[in-house]
């Protein structure tokens, strides 16, 4: 029987500057917003739900991609504020406020910012060492 290599050509589609590993990150993250924003438009205002959005932004900071985090963190600021006004209404909205908005964007914006400086830094290092 002769030898026979092995098909190593991966099953997702080439994207320029993207390895197929990171293209399945990316259809992850994209997967799991939608999910995570999917439960949030149905669930009560009061339901911390939105605190999964984190799990989008702490897979994104493995891309490859040095624009994926920044990307996760608008799209996901985008989603939140969909869920909030899509969420059912259990408790006043100035009380659904504080901590889905002043809480979760601050966090949300300084862990960004912080994991987007620190990938940046590996991707320079990479790139030049």
């Known amino acids: 029987m002769p030898f026979v290599q092995p098909d190593n050509r ?16 990316l259809i ?4 799991m ?17 939105w605190l999964f959005y984190f799990i ?4 994104a900071y493995w891309s490859g991609r040095a ?3 920044p990307a996760v963190f608008l799209v996901t600021v985008f989603f939140l504020l969909a869920g909030f006004i899509l969420s059912p209404q259990s408790i006043p909205v100035q009380m659904a406020v504080s901590p889905r908005f ?22 320079r290092e990479d790139t030049s060492g």
Do not use: K, Y
Request: proline content about 9%; some cysteine; glycine content about 4%.
């Open 102 to 123: 002043v809480i979760f964007l601050n966090v949300f914006f300084i862990l960004s910012l912080v994991l987007w400086i620190v990938r940046m830094r590996q991707i």
């Open 10 to 25: 991966s099953p997702a589609p080439h994207i320029p500057g993207c390895a197929a590993s990171d293209w399945r990150i």
């Open 28 to 31: 992850a993250i994209a997967g």
């Open 67 to 69: 624009s994926a985090i």
């Open 56 to 59: 989008p932004l702490f897979l």
């Open 33 to 49: 917003i939608l999910v995570i924003f999917s439960i949030d438009a149905i669930t009560p205002v009061d339901q911390p739900v």
